[in-house]
Nanobody
Framework: QVQLVESGGGSVQAGGSLRLSCSHS????????MGWFRQAPGKEREGVAN????????YYGDSVQGRFTISHDDHKNTLYLQMDSLQPDDTATYSC???????????????????WGQGTQVTVSP
């Protein structure tokens, strides 16, 4: 059984930083792409960052490129999203997701992602 559990959300002022974590289990696939999505109130869900767990490729959305960093700890089975220089527009519910495929194949197309966490709220004040 696959489980994804996010943590690390909270409130921060503009310019601050947060690190999100996604502890996972049951993801035993030869091809595994994991990533972060976010959804702000009244907006569509947006892909933030993804990476191939068994490779080195990482991909970022245009709005977070250079500010956010995705990483994975194989020993802890945990995906991270380091968020720096946060802005009010980054306010959203952030969700961890996983897919049994390569990131370069599926990109941020939601229909391709098999597993989702419940989400964690990030609020950035001016």
């Amino acid at each position: 059984q696959v489980q994804l559990v996010e943590s690390g959300g909270g409130s921060v002022q503009a310019g601050g930083s947060l690190r999100l974590s996604c502890s996972h289990s049951g993801l035993i696939f030869d091809r595994l792409c994991m990533g972060w999505f976010r959804q702000a109130p009244g907006k569509e869900r947006e892909g933030v960052a993804n990476m191939n767990i068994h490779g080195i490729s990482k991909y970022y959305g245009d709005s977070v490129q250079g500010r956010f960093t995705i990483s994975h700890d194989d020993h802890k089975n945990t995906l991270y999203l380091q968020m720096d220089s946060l802005q009010p527009d980054d306010t959203a519910t952030y969700s961890c997701a996983a897919a049994s495929d390569y990131c370069w194949t599926i990109g941020f197309r939601e229909v391709e992602w098999n597993y989702w966490g419940q989400g964690t709220q990030v609020t950035v004040s001016p």
